[in-house]
């Protein structure tokens, strides 16, 4: 099994930048992939950015790509989500997955084996 624990969102107002960090524990030495997601009230879980363990490969939407950074660390079993530029259509409840089996893009919700409790990020205006 594998447990993820994401921290860092909160409140910040549009421009800003705000920075998520995921913690894996348990049996990750067959990750092949982190990655995450948002949630919005009322909407369905949308692919943020994701990153390749070994090769460090990132894939981003173009709706976060050029703002959005992320990055790994594999011996902290680790990953940072940073957001720059925020904006008020942002705000969701940001979740961290993993994945123990490749594919291409790891950008669909069924890429992934393990997720998050989520973190709340809001944007004001």
Do not use: H
């Amino acid at each position: 099994q594998v447990q993820l624990v994401e921290s860092g969102g909160g409140l910040v107002q549009a421009g800003g930048s705000l920075s998520l960090s995921c913690a894996a524990s348990g049996r990750t030495k067959s990750t092949y992939a982190m990655g995450w997601f948002r949630q919005a009230p009322g909407k369905e879980r949308e692919f943020v950015a994701a990153i390749t363990m070994s090769g460090g490969n990132t894939v981003y939407p173009d709706s976060v790509k050029g703002r959005f950074t992320i990055s790994r660390d594999n011996a902290k079993n680790t990953v940072w989500l940073q957001m720059n530029s925020l904006k008020p259509e942002d705000t969701a409840v940001y979740y961290c997955a993993l994945s123990d089996y490749y594919y291409s893009d790891y950008d669909r919700v069924t890429d992934y084996d393990y997720w998050g409790q989520g973190t709340q990020v809001t944007v004001s205006s």
